[in-house]
């Protein structure tokens, strides 16, 4: 018999489905109106890239602003409001959103361990990558941490218990969602010792995994081979499907800036938004030992 909680749950998981498929319809129409923009402007100016990968998680993903129910009007959307920020300011800066044609050539050594280093205005954030079953979205997070890529950038979405899963999203140096590097991956890792079973039966039945707490994956569209730079970061246990490519872990420090970050809150109290905390990556930084 399915209990009131486990309803509870599916409801809320069903819901922000709903809100991923009704944001990616509006990134399409928005990417579809700046085309044309473009197009028009094509004889003065130089343009290049693509809309970043975040979908269900993409923001997406990682991003968006339907922070109410599916079925509302934008008149019944809760207004953001702004919480007690426990973050400190951003270092002077803005984020550099180069974009590139295709993958960088492949440089990593995956016999080799790396670490990136998130230090942000929240604190700091340590996380382990694994190059031997991630290879290519390791090497990509390599390539654009030592470009200044994610320098400057906002994390600018958090998801709650009303959502059903517990992520900070970062990546977009655009800070809506919509952003990437002008290149996609495929997914990889899909079927890494990471993901957990869930032990309810509605989950088992969809197909879903838990995505542990600590544990770092990569935001993308529905669609396959979309990953792009989009990341999100896993606060407490987390049911998804099985899609997102995870590439490896949380240190201790990182995870006591998460829960900072996560007791915070999201403004207007929606179950998926910008956090209330100001968390800016001042500086990524990716290295082999």
Known sequence: MVTNEQRRRQLAREKFERQQQRR?????????????????????????GTAAATGALGGDDKKKDD??????????????????????????????KKTWKSEPEMTVDTSASYTMALKTTCGNI??????????????????????????????????????????????????TGGGGPGYTLAEENLKSDLLQEPKDEQLKQAKMKIYPAGTIAMAKTQQPHSTGSQFFLVYKDSPLQPDYTPVGT????????????????????????????????????????
């Open 126 to 175: 340590d996380l382990k990558l694994d190059a031997a079953k991630a290879p290519h979205t390791v090497n990509s997070l390599n390539f654009l941490a030592g470009q200044g890529y994610f320098d400057h950038t906002k994390c600018h979405r958090l998801t709650g218990e009303a959502s059903g899963i517990y992520v900070l999203q970062c990546g977009d140096p655009e800070g």
């Open 67 to 96: 922070k109410a129910s599916a079925d509302a009007t934008p008149s019944e959307l809760p207004t953001p409001s702004k919480g007690p920020d426990p973050c400190a300011k951003p270092a002077p800066g803005s984020p550099a």
């Open 250 to 289: 949380i240190g201790a420090e990182g995870r006591k800036t998460l829960d900072k970050i996560a007791g915070a809150g999201i403004q207007g109290g929606a179950p998926d938004g910008p956090p209330n905390a100001t968390v800016v990556v001042d500086k990524a930084t990716v290295t082999k030992s």
């Open 24 to 48: 990616e319809a509006q990134r399409r129409k928005a990417r579809n109106r700046n085309a044309l923009i473009a197009a028009g402007l094509a004889v003065l100016i130089a343009a290049g």
